[in-house]
């Protein structure tokens, strides 16, 4: 297996100008305001001295406008439309020609290699109609075959310089990869990068897999599978594929894991006796503590990012409802009070949402409600989505939508907490339970 | 095809009950389980201590209502059967698998299959079957029989299956 984690060498050497206080220029996007008009950016070839650099540096441009682009909140001027060429990273921005073109930002960048075989990129991102640049240049050294990653890097600091928000580019994926009908389907976990790029699988498909989870580093994978022929669950190593599977109980099934921010505890639910409650285990020593004692369903629990509370899904009322109690156990507060029922409920990376499920009236939606249950706002409809997950930044949430019908199939789309961008998130084959990694390093 | 053969190895190899679920694969497929995985377990129906006869004469299956586990007359009906043949044919024990339609997150259907699974455990255990014979499991809506979008498949769906597997000690 190939590794995962390519040494990126972000040494973020500066060696520009000095850096505009970041939010301080006129190049602004208030995401929470609501864009309507995105923002028009250039984003010529990454420029080099060999031809081998060249092809490179158009890659990695390309990879750097569809993220961009891929927001919905900005909008590339093509390079058939550019009056000037970038041919030199050194060379003075010609701003007039820019703005001729009404590029609002423009992204240059060099390419090359170094002795170890590395690339090497440089970038710098201006504001054209300030004449300014925005930030500082960097310089990001990663191997070969990472070139991908210092493209999601760059539009990542474009991001995050315009939008006074983090990144989420680069970053990845796990999802179980589906194919087959209905009544047949094979499930194996795979990753890919958060845009489709990159799959690899983890498992095979000989035993049902379901909703694998990121541990907060990304590093590991907690997941469901069927393998004893009961669903239990299992840790996975994303660098090496070495899993295990956790203790459990005989007799009992075991599911919907996720990890506290800690690393350590996992809190899932465990059925016993056809009852379905919450308990948490230490990853290390297999100790686990029950938090619920209902006759009633209790699952689908996700934490908070200080890892104090915890959100769950509990059909304690009669339907499906959402909850939040302390991480340790006790009196739930019901959090849901609109109509129809709620499921896989999902905190925030920001502290400030919880996604969820909705089915109400034979239809199902993604949505979000502060922690308090208050300002639900529905962000899609269709016959079939769920299981949200957060990017990064807590702005972009993605989640499976299966079709309707006896050729239906599930796969990845993705939609902005404004419910705006609504997209198909391309992968290989069906798709379903994604889990959305942390920034990479 | 490697999804198939797979799992008629890890079938042969654990002789897990789950494995002579006729429900896993459409007959259309022409992959005949009962002979492969099953050795011995499916026989021919008109055997009466067969599997085979288990399913199709006693009846393998009950069905319930949306979002409930509750057992009808119908399905008492049928598990009185599955007792009665349990109790006369006690080589065999049994997974009892519960299953739900698509309407509903796939950890909700989990834990109601389970459910399910767990009314016709407890079921056949007043009735006379030894606890230590019958497992549950549950497949929430992973493994449907019918696959339209309506409520005429999805009423089949809804339903807890009794897979037999090889005896005590075996």
Avoid at chain 1, 78 to 103: K, M
Avoid at chain 1, 149 to 158: L, P
Avoid at chain 1, 290 to 295: D, H
Avoid at chain 1, 307 to 336: H, K, N, W
């Amino acid at each position: 297996m190939m590794r995962f984690m390519m040494t990126l060498l972000a040494a973020l050497t500066l060696w520009a100008m000095p850096a505009l206080a970041q939010g301080n220029g006129p190049l602004r996007i208030e995401i929470t305001e609501g864009v309507i008009e995105p923002m028009p950016f250039a984003a010529p070839d990454f420029v080099s001295d060999s031809a081998a650099g060249q092809e490179l540096g158009r890659n990695i441009a390309s990879v750097i406008a569809a993220d961009l682009s891929g927001t919905g909140l900005f909008r590339q001027i093509p390079s058939e439309a550019h009056i000037s060429r970038i041919t030199s990273f050194e060379s003075p921005v010609q701003y007039a020609d820019w703005r001729a073109v009404n590029a609002q930002a423009l992204i240059t960048g060099a390419v090359s290699t170094d002795g170890a075989g590395r690339i090497v990129a440089k970038f710098r991102i201006y504001d054209v109609f300030s004449g300014q640049e925005l930030g500082s240049g960097q310089q990001l050294v990663g191997t070969q075959d990472g070139w991908r990653r210092i493209a999601h890097k760059v539009a990542d600091q474009v991001y995050s310089r315009i939008t006074g928000e983090g990144g989420y580019f680069d970053s990845r994926v796990v999802f179980v990869a589906e194919s087959g009908p209905k009544d047949q389907r094979a499930k194996r976990l795979a990753i890919m990068d958060y845009d489709g790029a990159n799959t690899q699988y983890l498992t095979d498909s000989a035993s049902i897999v379901l909703a694998p989870r990121f541990s907060p580093t990304g590093d590991r994978v907690l997941y469901t599978s069927y393998e004893t022929g009961f669903p239990r669950i299992y840790v996975l190593d994303v660098a090496n594929v070495g899993r295990r599977e956790l203790p459990t109980l005989d007799g009992t099934m075991s599911f919907a894991p996720r990890f506290a921010p800690n690393g350590r505890t996992v809190v899932y639910s465990l059925t016993q006796g056809g009852n379905t409650d919450l308990y948490t285990m230490d990853v290390g020593s297999g100790a686990s503590t029950r938090l619920t004692t209902a006759p009633s369903i209790e699952t689908a629990p996700s934490y908070n990012p200080d890892g104090s509370q915890i959100v769950f899904e509990s059909d304690r009322s009669g339907t499906p409802q959402l909850y939040v109690m302390s991480a340790g156990g006790g009196e739930a507060r019901r959090i849901s009070f609109g109509e129809g029922r709620y499921g896989t409920p999902v905190w925030s990376p920001r502290g400030d949402l919880v996604a969820f499920t909705k089915q109400s009236k034979g239809r199902f939606h993604i949505g979000v409600m502060r922690t308090d249950g208050s300002e639900e706002r529905l962000l899609t409809a269709s016959f079939l989505d769920e299981g949200p997950t957060w990017a990064p930044n807590g702005r972009v949430i993605m989640f499976t939508r299966e079709t309707q019908g006896a050729q239906g199939q599930a796969s990845l789309y993705s939609v902005d907490i404004t419910g705006r961008n609504l997209k198909a998130v391309p992968t290989n084959t069906g798709a379903s339970d994604p889990s959305w990694s942390p920034l990479q390093n | 095809m490697t999804y198939l053969s797979k799992t008629l190895i890890l079938c042969a190899g654990l002789a897990l009950a789950a494995c002579t679920n006729p429900d896993r694969f459409d007959n259309g497929n022409s992959v005949d389980l009962n002979n492969g995985a099953g050795a011995g377990l499916a026989g021919s129906a008109q055997d009466p201590t067969s599997a085979a006869y288990f399913q199709q004469a006693v009846g393998d299956r009950v069905l319930f209502e949306v979002d409930q586990p509750t057992l009808n007359a119908t399905a008492q009906s049928t598990l009185d059967g599955q007792a009665n043949w349990l109790m006369t044919n006690r080589d065999f024990t049994a997974v009892i698998e519960g299953h739900a339609d698509e309407q509903g997150t796939r950890e909700y259907n989990l834990a109601l299959g389970a459910r399910r699974a767990n009314a016709v455990q407890e079921y056949l255990i007043t009735q006379g079957v030894a606890p230590n014979r019958l497992r549950v499991v549950s497949f929430g809506k992973e493994r449907p029989i019918e696959i339209c979008s309506n409520e005429a498949c999805y009423t089949k769906n809804r339903r807890a299956v009794t897979v037999l597997a090889a005896g005590l000690g075996s």
